[in-house]
Structures are given as structure tokens and as C-alpha cells.
């Protein structure tokens, strides 16, 4: 019984990809692994959509040029994804971008609104990169009035809560 049972263990050896095959002791590392970077991913994006709503640059309207006052906010933007990259790094996350995704309110052309929220989102970025952040890190995303916080933005106070930026980690 004990021969064949070395004869069975022997020719799974000689049986191409069966000796390489991952230990259970692989995929519980890799779970864990993939466990700690959801978590890492899960608080960056909690601070970065907080600090994004706590910070917005208001551009003028119709256009994506940024209005008077943000440099503060720039600041701010810039040295939380300087924090999210040290927390991302400390989590032994190697492989990420940061979305800037720009959002419009329900007024107007769905298709003006989708390029108008891509060209804010864009110059966010062109903000932040002036700023020292790497360009190949960051993107920019324009989603138009397809994901409003508020529903129906029938008054100017809800329009103002849609016309926003959000920024994101994505692994």
C-alpha cells in the first residue's frame, strides 16, 4: 500500500503544472494580502472624498475655468493624495491611480455636460500635477450629471451639490 502510494506521489511530480501547483498556504496569503489592500483602498477613499467635499473649487459657470479662491484648497488636495500614496505605500500597495471624476447638475445637454465635467476633472488634475504629484498617477474622469448626490436637482442649492469633483484611489 505504502509503494503505492509513492508511486501515485511520484508520477503527480512527473505530471507537468501539478508540482507547481500553490500550497493552500499560497491562496491564504494571497486572501490576506487582497484583504489588507481593500482595506487600505476602503480608508484612502473614505479621507479622499471627504477632504474632495470639504475642498471644492468652484469654476465659472458654463465653463472650466476655476474661480477666484482656490489655491488653499489646491493645497489641501494635494497633501491628502500626498498621504493616501504614503498609506497606500505602508499597505504594500504597488499598483494604483488616483480618478479625479468631474459631475455636473442636470442642466442642459447631456453630452455638453459629460465634456464640461471631463475638462473640470482635467484641470484638477493639471492643478495637482503642477503641484508635484506625478501625471502618470492621476486621472481625469468626466461623468457628466450621471451619478448626482442629490435627486431631483430642481433648485439651485441641489444643482450646486452636483456641479462637484471627487477624488479616488483605484487599485
Do not use: W
Not at 503641484?131 to 436637482?153: F, H, Y
Request: glycine share 8%.
Amino acid at each position: 500500500m505504502k509503494l503505492k502510494a509513492l508511486c501515485i506521489a511520484v508520477s503527480l511530480l512527473a505530471i507537468p503544472g501539478v508540482a507547481a501547483a500553490q500550497s493552500p498556504f499560497d491562496n491564504l496569503k494571497k486572501a490576506a494580502g487582497d484583504a489588507g489592500k481593500s482595506t487600505v483602498e476602503k480608508r484612502v477613499n473614505t479621507k479622499l472624498l471627504e477632504e474632495g467635499q470639504k475642498n471644492q473649487c468652484s469654476f465659472k459657470t458654463g465653463t472650466a475655468e476655476l474661480a477666484a479662491g482656490c489655491e488653499d484648497k489646491l493645497k489641501k488636495l494635494t497633501n491628502a493624495l500626498i498621504d493616501a500614496k504614503k498609506q497606500l505605500t505602508a499597505g504594500g500597495v504597488k499598483s494604483y491611480k488616483f480618478e479625479v471624476s468631474g459631475h455636473t447638475d442636470s442642466t442642459g445637454d447631456a453630452a455638453k455636460n459629460k465634456k464640461l465635467s471631463e475638462q473640470r476633472a482635467e484641470v484638477i488634475v493639471k492643478e495637482l500635477v503642477a503641484r508635484g504629484l506625478p501625471r502618470g498617477e492621476i486621472v481625469a474622469v468626466g461623468l457628466g450629471s450621471d451619478r448626482p448626490l442629490v435627486k431631483p436637482d430642481n433648485t439651485e442649492a441641489k444643482k450646486a451639490k452636483n456641479r462637484r469633483y471627487e477624488l479616488q484611489v483605484r487599485l
